[in-house]
T-cell receptor, first 115, second 114 residues
């Protein structure tokens, strides 16, 4: 596709439910990032992949959050036993690589609401 | 580690007036600097970036920003705004060596009034 695609665009989950958010990066992009954006805030880093390797997961807020990118393309962010504080927009970004100032392209995000 | 401070959470301005959105950063290493725009229910779109060289960088939609190393600032400016510029603007920084994630400020809401 022409850009980063995320699905679903909107997700409502009952507290305690597990959710899976999908990101299709731009074809050929090596680097992939997940960010969490709470209402009225800037995006906060969650995790980073270089191809299939998860090189940085320092931003994941708890062990309920898990991300994978098994074939170095599509990535899934999974949240187990969702809590109300998990309500946010989850943004995915991809980049050709991370050398120099290579631009990161963002998807439209998945808005997760936990009720 | 890096951090970003956007000094104004909201900036109201009339159409065709000039605007400046302020951004300060802190870092112990040299950095790249970025401004992104976010329209409602959309992802982030890159406006402009500073990597090296000329401290005045020009971006899309008539925006420009000036890197000031001594003041650790990267303020965004536009000489004449349009209603369509109403959006959230984010300043971001990343270290220039190897892999480094983008660190974002909290954002500035630009509201352009007729």
């Amino acid at each position: 596709g022409a850009g980063v695609s995320q699905s679903p665009r909107y997700k409502v989950a009952k507290r305690g439910q597990d959710v899976a958010l999908r990101c299709d990066p731009i074809s050929g992009h090596v680097s992939l990032f997940w960010y969490q954006q709470a209402l009225g805030q800037g995006p906060e880093f969650l995790t980073y992949f270089q191809n299939e390797a998860q090189l940085d997961k320092s931003g994941l807020p708890s062990d309920r959050f898990f991300a994978e990118r098994p074939e170095g393309s599509v990535s899934t962010l999974k949240i187990q036993r969702t809590q109300q504080e998990d309500s946010a927009v989850y943004l995915c970004a991809s980049s050709l690589d991370m050398t120099r100032g290579t631009e990161a392209f963002f998807g439209q995000g998945t808005r997760l609401t936990v009720v | 580690a890096q951090s970003v401070t956007q000094l104004d959470s909201q900036v109201p301005v009339f159409e065709e007036a000039p605007v400046e959105l302020r951004c300060n950063y802190s870092s112990s290493v040299s950095v790249y600097l970025f401004w992104y725009v976010q329209y409602p229910n959309q992802g982030l779109q890159l406006l402009l970036k500073y990597l090296s060289g000329s401290t005045l960088v020009k971006g899309i939609n008539g925006f420009e920003a000036e890197f000031n190393k001594s003041q650790t600032s990267f303020h965004l400016r536009k000489p004449s705004v349009h209603i369509s510029d109403t959006a959230e603007y984010f300043c971001a920084v990343r270290g220039s060596g190897g892999y480094n994630k983008l660190i974002f400020g909290a954002g500035t809401r630009l509201a352009v009034h007729p």
